[in-house]
């Protein structure tokens, strides 16, 4: 994985049986964005099962995660940027 990554929660939504977390995975360069969705997805697949099982135990109830993988250049050195992702 790369140094330099964030994860941006975009929503939260409690429905009656489960919560919809809508998140970014937010890197630095175009070519960090395959390491993070991996061949055919594979990766990204299995950063999004561990962590709904880890969040579905913290929660104590059913989890639907809809990640996504978004660039945006030079982040880490942008105080801007620092602050909108809660830095």
């Given at each position: 994985?790369?140094?330099?990554?964030?994860?941006?929660?975009?929503?939260?939504?409690?429905?009656?049986?489960?919560?919809?977390?809508?998140?970014?995975?937010?890197?630095?360069?175009?070519?960090?964005?395959?390491?993070?969705?991996?061949?055919?997805?594979?990766?990204?697949?299995?950063?999004?099962?561990?962590?709904?099982?880890?969040?579905?135990?913290?929660?104590?109830?059913?989890?639907?995660?809809?990640?996504?993988?978004?660039?945006?250049?030079?982040?880490?050195?942008?105080p801007r940027q620092?602050?909108?992702?809660?830095?």
């Amino acid at each position: 994985m790369p140094h330099h990554i964030a994860v941006y929660i975009k929503n939260i939504k409690k429905q009656k049986e489960r919560a919809l977390i809508e998140a970014e995975i937010i890197v630095n360069k175009d070519s960090q964005k395959g390491i993070v969705i991996g061949h055919g997805g594979k990766t990204l697949k299995a950063i999004g099962t561990k962590a709904r099982k880890e969040l579905e135990k913290y929660f104590k109830r059913s989890i639907y995660l809809d990640l996504h993988v978004k660039v945006k250049k030079d982040w880490i050195d942008s105080p801007r940027q620092l602050k909108e992702l809660g830095y």
